[in-house]
């Protein structure tokens, strides 16, 4: 089942702007992380926050986790076409059976014009 | 997509038809992942394995099977079982140990589009 939910769905903007995406999850969790994809493509990791962390940058990217209201979000700061995209985010557990498991969010589709 | 090779790139099966959907990864890593895609969603997770010779079902395993008989390679089997097998199946892995099991990182292969003849 897919315990994260992102939105917007789709983000269009213009370059040098900055992109917004939000993920909201069901259950408590060790880690959150997002993954970017470009279309017909695999995923690739891009940052990771764990659940004690409140907030995390990496280049371009600021990621923040509120455990209270389980939800994320993730900005990217003054947008590139190159950054054209799908984004989801994923949770991380280690308990149990869920061991090593991602949950996977719907996405969101990123259009960044030049 | 570097260290995990999926093929084919595409494939078609025919009705009545099992197909196989190879993964290799060269990263040592100990867990591998089978996820499935649909036109605009998320990731279902397919299989998992987090040792060989053992593997465990996902969400959505019916008409799916796998084996892991090396570390390397966590080959698919889409059988004739699954209805509505037209899909793009990604393949990952992550370590999994004592250290890093905190942070399940998971790398992923170029995907393999399924579809339908």
């Known amino acids: 089942s897919q315990q994260g939910e992102e939105d917007p769905q789709a983000l269009s903007i213009q370059e040098g702007e900055n992109a917004t995406m939000n993920c909201s999850y069901k259950?408590?969790?060790?880690?959150l992380q997002w993954y970017r994809q470009n279309s017909g493509r695999g995923l690739v990791h891009l940052i990771l926050?764990?659940?004690?962390?409140r907030e995390k940058h990496s280049g371009r990217l600021r990621v923040t986790l509120d455990t209270s209201k389980k939800s994320s979000s993730l900005l990217i700061t003054a947008s590139r076409a190159a950054d054209t995209a799908s984004y989801f985010c994923?949770?991380?557990?280690?308990?149990?059976?869920?061991?090593?498991?991602?949950?996977f969010g719907q996405g969101t589709i990123l259009t960044v014009h030049p | 997509d570097g260290g995990i090779t999926q093929s084919p790139k595409y494939l078609f099966r025919k009705e009545g038809q099992n197909v196989t959907l190879s993964c290799e990864q060269n990263?040592?890593?100990?867990?591998m992942y089978w996820y499935r895609q649909d036109p605009g969603q998320g990731l279902r997770l397919i299989y998992y394995?987090?040792?060989?010779?053992?593997?465990q079902k996902g969400d959505i395993a019916e008409g799916y099977s796998v084996s892991r008989e090396k570390k390397e390679s966590f080959p698919l089997t889409v059988t004739s079982a699954q209805k509505n097998p037209t899909a793009f199946y990604l393949c990952?892995?992550?370590?999994?140990?004592?250290?890093?099991?905190?942070?399940?990182?998971?790398?992923f292969g170029a995907g393999t589009r399924l579809s339908v003849l």
């Open positions: 990952a892995s992550s370590i999994v140990g004592a250290v890093t099991k905190a942070k399940n990182i998971q790398y």
């Open positions: 259950t408590s969790i060790n880690n």
């Open positions: 926050i764990r659940s004690n962390e």
């Open positions: 994923a949770t991380g557990n280690t308990g149990g059976t869920s061991y090593g498991k991602l949950t």
């Open positions: 990263l040592n890593h100990d867990a």
């Open positions: 394995s987090q040792i060989v010779n053992d593997f």
